[in-house]
């Protein structure tokens, strides 16, 4: 406020000086002026105020340019804090409420819709005081050379603010209206271009066209409309504008005639009424702004607090003291409801002993997510309460459940950045040092953002009990080694690549074994399927510069890196290989083009291919002007971004187009001019020796040293576990497992299979070694065998942690010292699951469908939501014994047959004898759903041959399900093809 007020005076002078100019200097009568007691000539005065003048506009002009910058800087810094707190109430939000809002819309608020905000934050107070202060000086300055001036100035301003306000609403308005036919108009023409077969088919383009001319004459009238306003309104202002001046030359010139006001008054008014205008504009948009904005702020606002928000006191900081949480699990009259309203779990009511192995079996995934999301806060009970070691989960800070209750399920949610990263999550509560860079961590504090820097020290192994971080990483090491030998991630670290000089032992230790492990591959068969890197053979897993070079590059090539080595690329045109390897590139892309297309980089078979879209697309580009002119034509970056594709591509990907002539050509010249062109690469590559290791490989390359042949096919996991068993034999399979911390994982952990997502899980519920762990069918990818040797390791390093196992069912119920089991929510009492007291007779029925449903594997897996609109139109179906439900050839309009109770006879008519039995559906069967997705008269007849009770689905209900939910579809896909293997 103090920088923008310092702005008036100046602005002031400027006005005030031209005035002195043309009435002191030029307009002086005589040739010396007195001024404050001081003589000057007319000519040093004229020079003096026309320095100020200078002076004066600069130094305005800097003022100005300060507040500008201050400005920006306040908006940053408010949008930052406004954007770190709706990412911070996002943390705070009621897990049934993302359900409701989208992803993508609370991404779009945050980022796009926020961002035109956080310049009215820094305009909020300095904009109207800075531009209303420069309205007030200038018509101070008006009203001080004359008072009709400043009422001119300011007669026609009320009349503006009435009129223009009123008539942009209207153009507003038209413009609607024009958004409104223009997407009319972008339908026609999209059902236009979709029908561009029928239309001519049938003869009906120059309708067509009639139609499409009338809607382009409605745009047309409306523009025309809006320009009709748009100008007219112009007109309005610009006349307005130019009617002030009017006044002022004529009431100004005529007092100026008069002797009233000086000349230089007169044109010193007329120049800061120009200055008038920009103010004024700038106060209207200002208020514009502003009304745009309070509706953004509402909407933003309305959808960033929504009801059943966290308590925030309970995120902030760390908690004093961090109780233990070991002893028993109370569920007193727990009932949990989803965002609809509808129970979830209902009048939970027991106790799980502390320290114990607790199985709860529930059908429902949404039942076992529920319970999991109890017992770790991520929703709260709508009545009941739920109590561990005594102590009110809902009271207790965040940061104590965080440390004491661990969670992993089947499908985890991982993070970009590494597998360690993902790991030690738990483990990085707090920052342990002071940040590196105290400038950005002084910047986040002025804009209220987290006080924790990112660049401190946050491995806090005393958040797992140990002393060290060593400690806390054989501590994980522990729990991986409970997987078994050469576990799945074990094999996953064959895959990694390294640099030897992070660790040295395991890569001198892989390059002694070499010997030994050709020795087994070929004990075991499996030799045929490496190609072995030998300097006289051409290795078809290589690509061209790797067999060329007899080397594997240190990072990945890319066209930029490759069209950068200008004198290897010089080198290729010397020795004649850019023309053979131009017509090589010319082959695969005509290939890749026929097979994928422009458009079909996202194919999984060509992602099989490691050669990326963009080099693909770039390739593209330059192959039909080297298919005209040639080779010469291209210049040595152009070559370079060409040549990648035969550098990123071995000759067993290419194929046939990799002829023979060119594998000797390139052996020759590996021969004879390699080690010269190496030199000219630098340290890009690190040649092959069978005495060293090479960085550019994986484990598993390093360990044959050569490539694994592409026609191994199902021999793969053999070799594997070849390799796998002679690492472990001599001591590296330590060595190899940490290569996987350091795994990169993509963001939401795209690049990770769920045979490796799954250990995770595991190990980032495990590593802060919780006094509850919750597994939610944890390793569900994996054998028995491995889950039984993970879960005895766990209680071997665990003894005193209470274990919750949730699955849909447990072969042995009798190894747990507790069994639960969850159906509809809730606990099942002497195998019976009831129905409330409370529940009305729709209620119940409705409850009974949807148990009925739950109990069949083909829609076990469905949402409650879901079960929920299939059993609202299913119907309750009962046939005596030898009652026929169908016949064949009926239409399926009845829906399909859920059995329940009895069995029920398909049977195939015959004219020439008695019907013949096809197959007996029994209790939990579906039948004749294969009429209602392929709508085709039943196939056979359907006949009780007991008594039925079944739940007839209805075909819209049955079919939406299909359409809709993938793990039904793909259950059914099973269940036609057991009926083709009978």
């Not at 309203?341 to 002993?353: H, R, S, Y």
């Not at 961590?441 to 192994?461: C, I, K, Y």
């Amino acid at each position: 406020m103090l920088v923008t007020a310092t702005l008036f005076p100046l602005l002031y002078l400027t006005l005030e000086l031209p005035k002195r100019i043309i009435n002191d200097a030029i307009g002086s009568q005589t040739s010396v002026i007195q001024y404050y007691g001081f003589q000057f000539s007319q000519v040093t005065f004229l020079a003096i105020l026309c320095a100020a003048f200078l002076f004066s506009v600069l130094l305005h002009g800097l003022v100005k340019m300060r507040i500008n910058t201050m400005k920006g800087i306040l908006s940053e810094r408010m949008l930052r804090r406004f954007r770190y707190q709706l990412i911070g109430r996002v943390l705070l939000f009621p897990q049934p409420y993302f359900e409701r809002v989208s992803q993508g819309e609370l991404v779009s608020m945050v980022t796009a819709e926020s961002e035109p905000m956080g310049g009215l934050m820094g305009d909020a107070i300095s904009q109207p005081v800075l531009q209303a202060g420069q309205m007030v000086t200038i018509l101070g300055f008006l009203f001080v050379q004359s008072f009709w001036f400043g009422v001119a100035a300011c007669a026609l301003i009320p009349l503006q603010a009435w009129i223009i306000p009123r008539m942009q609403r209207q153009i507003n308005r038209l413009n609607k209206i024009r958004i409104q036919e223009v997407r009319i108009l972008a339908a026609d023409i999209g059902e236009s271009a979709a029908g561009v077969a029928a239309i001519r088919a049938h003869g009906g383009w120059r309708y067509r066209m009639a139609k499409i001319t009338s809607q382009l004459g409605r745009l047309f009238e409306i523009r025309f409309e809006i320009y009709q306003k748009k100008f007219f309104m112009k007109f309005i202002n610009n006349f307005i504008g130019q009617l002030t001046p009017f006044f002022f030359f004529s009431i100004g010139g005529y007092l100026v005639l008069q002797g009233a006001v000086s000349l230089g008054a007169l044109v010193a008014a007329l120049a800061a009424y120009k200055d008038l205008s920009s103010p004024w504009k700038e106060l209207l948009d200002y208020y514009n702004q502003t009304q745009d904005m309070s509706v953004r702020w509402e909407v933003i606002t309305e959808r960033f607090a929504p009801a059943g928000m966290m308590d925030e006191s309970l995120f902030i900081g760390q908690p004093d003291e961090i109780p233990r949480l070991n002893g028993d699990i109370q569920l007193d009259h727990v009932t949990v409801r989803d965002a609809d309203g509808n129970a979830v779990l209902e009048d939970l009511n027991t106790v799980l002993p502390g320290g114990r192995v607790i199985a709860i079996s529930a059908s429902s995934s949404e039942d076992r997510k529920a319970l999991a999301e109890l017992l770790t806060r991520e929703v709260l009970p709508a009545s009941g309460t739920v109590r561990i070691e005594g102590l009110d989960l809902k009271g207790l800070h965040h940061g104590v459940i965080a440390a004491r209750v661990g969670h992993a399920d089947a499908r985890p949610l991982l993070f970009q950045g590494t597998f360690g990263d993902n790991v030690m999550m738990p483990i990085r509560r707090r920052p342990l040092t002071e940040p590196e860079d105290a400038e950005a961590h002084a910047e986040a504090m002025r804009a209220g953002n987290s006080s924790d820097p990112l660049d401190a020290d946050w491995q806090d192994p005393g958040a797992a009990g140990f002393d060290t971080v060593q400690e806390l990483y054989d501590w994980w090491l522990h729990l991986i080694e409970g997987m078994g030998p050469g576990n799945a991630l074990f094999r996953r670290g064959l895959d990694q690549s390294f640099d030897p000089e992070r660790h040295p032992e395991l890569a001198a230790r892989i390059v002694v074994l070499r010997d030994r492990l050709r020795f087994a591959a070929s004990e075991a068969g499996l030799a045929r399927f490496v190609h072995v890197f030998d300097r006289d053979r051409y290795n078809p897993a290589l690509p061209v510069a790797e067999n060329l070079l007899f080397a594997v590059p240190r990072r990945p090539i890319t066209p930029e890196l490759l069209a950068s080595q200008s004198g290897f690329l010089n080198q290729l045109r010397e020795l004649g290989l850019d023309k053979p390897l131009v017509a090589l590139t010319l082959d695969v892309i005509d290939m890749l083009r026929q097979i994928f297309g422009f458009d079909g980089t996202d194919h999984p078979l060509f992602r099989d291919l490691g050669l990326d879209p963009e080099i693909y697309e770039s390739a593209l580009t330059l192959v039909e002007r080297t298919r005209a002119s040639g080779a010469a034509s291209l210049s040595t970056e152009e070559l370079g971004r060409l040549l990648t594709i035969p550098f990123r591509l071995s000759a067993e990907k290419i194929g046939p187009a990799f002829s023979e002539d060119m594998q000797a050509r390139i052996l020759e010249l590996r021969h004879s001019h390699s080690e010269t062109m190496l030199a000219q690469l630098g340290d890009l590559f690190a040649p092959l020796d069978p005495t060293e290791f090479a960085p550019g490989l994986t484990v598993l390359e390093n360990a044959l040293f050569g490539k694994v042949s592409q026609d191994i096919g199902s021999r793969a996991d053999d070799l594997r576990k070849m390799v796998a068993a002679v690492l472990i034999e001599f001591g590296a399979q330590e060595g190899v497992v940490q290569l996987i911390y350091d795994l990169p994982i993509s963001l939401s952990g795209s690049n990770l299979s769920a045979m490796y997502a799954e250990p995770l899980a595991l190990s980032r519920a495990t590593i802060r070694r919780p006094d509850v762990l919750i597994m939610d069918q944890t390793l569900a990818s994996y054998s028995m065998e491995t889950r039984i040797a993970v879960h005895r390791n766990l209680r071997r390093q665990l003894p005193e942690t209470t274990m919750i196992y949730l699955d849909d069912k447990f072969e042995d119920e009798g190894v747990f010292d507790l069994y639960l089991e969850l159906q509809q929510g809730r606990l099942v009492t002497e195998g019976k699951g009831g129905i409330s007291e409370d529940d009305s007779a729709a209620s119940a029925d409705l409850g009974r469908k949807v148990r009925a449903l739950e109990q069949t594997s083909l829609f076990s897996t469905l949402s409650r939501k879901q079960l929920r609109l299939l059993a609202f139109g299913a119907k309750w179906f009962e046939a005596k014994q030898g009652e026929t439900v169908f016949l064949k050839n009926d239409q399926p309009t009845d829906g399909a047959y859920l059995i329940l109770e009895g069995e029920a006879g398909m049977y195939l008519p015959r004219e020439d004898g008695p019907d013949q039995l096809i197959v007996v559906s029994k209790s939990g069967t579906l039948v004749g759903e294969l009429g209602l997705i392929r709508n085709e008269p039943r196939a056979l007849s359907m006949v009780a041959e007991t008594d039925l009770k079944c739940l007839r689905i209805g075909a819209k209900e049955f079919l939406a399900v299909v359409e809709n939910d993938a793990a039904t579809a793909f259950k059914l896909l099973q269940v036609v093809a057991g009926y083709v293997s009978n």
